[in-house]
T-cell receptor, first 109, second 117 residues
Framework: DAKTTQPTSMDCAEGRAANLPCNHSTISGNEYVYWYRQIHSQGPQYIIHGLKNNETNEMASLIITEDRKSSTLILPHATLRDTAVYYCIVRRTASKLTFGTGTRLQVTL | SAVISQKPSRDICQRGTSLTIQCQVDSQVTMMFWYRQQPGQSLTLIATANQGSEATYESGFVIDKFPISRPNLTFSTLTVSNMSPEDSSIYLC??????????????FGPGTRLLVL
């Protein structure tokens, strides 16, 4: 599975959009981009995933560049409860879910 | 989504003993997984729990240390054997349901926080 690169940490003011970038320049055609988050002392929570089209659900939007080498997870109106470690993972559907170090998002007042 | 519960939620154990962690899913799932998360670290996959056959272990993890059972499509156990303080971690169960659109994902339990003294 392709390797991903994420910033170690980010801050976001409450009520603002949080835009979390992820680079996956070696992604192959059959690999999906997944986003999970882990709030302190909880198990990881699935957020969203996509192949090449932009995706939106009740939690977030996923924007994938046309060349698929990078993506951005957007939390449109961040709240304090969105403070967590966010993991960007690239994988084929049949392969294992492998976690990197993620981005620690701190939402502040 | 699948709802996953784990028991116990936390435990403190003495070195040399063993602990069995239970994972229950509220629906039948094709694949179940066990992860470890050491303090301050990301998640590491221990093994895939296969229903009706032996678990498949990742590099660095062995059956003698982490025996796994998968008696049916909704339940699995992970045993941490002959524990040492280095085994102090959060152990997480995960499941992949058979339904959903292509590329369906995995869901995670709340984790079992283990401290070995």
């Amino acid at each position: 599975d392709a390797k991903t690169t994420q910033p170690t940490s980010m801050d976001c003011a409450e009520g603002r959009a949080a835009n979390l970038p992820c680079n996956h320049s070696t992604i192959s055609g059959n690999e999906y981009v997944y986003w999970y988050r882990q709030i302190h002392s909880q198990g990881p929570q699935y957020i969203i995933h996509g192949l090449k089209n932009n995706e939106t659900n009740e939690m977030a939007s996923l924007i994938i560049t046309e060349d698929r080498k990078s993506s951005t997870l957007i939390l449109p109106h961040a709240t304090l409860r969105d403070t967590a470690v966010y993991y960007c993972i690239v994988r084929r559907t049949a392969s294992k879910l492998t976690f990197g170090t993620g981005t620690r998002l701190q939402v502040t007042l | 989504s699948a709802v996953i519960s784990q028991k116990p939620s936390r435990d403190i154990c003495q070195r040399g003993t063993s602990l069995t962690i239970q994972c229950q899913v509220d629906s039948q799932v094709t694949m179940m997984f066990w992860y470890r998360q050491q303090p301050g670290q990301s998640l590491t996959l221990i093994a895939t729990a296969n229903q009706g056959s032996e678990a498949t272990y990742e590099s660095g993890f062995v059956i003698d240390k982490f025996p796994i059972s998968r008696p049916n499509l909704t339940f699995s156990t992970l045993t941490v054997s002959n524990m040492s303080p280095e085994d102090s971690s959060i152990y997480l169960c995960s499941a992949k349901p058979p339904w959903g659109r292509l590329g369906e994902t995995q869901y995670f339990g709340p984790g079992t926080r283990l401290l070995v003294l």
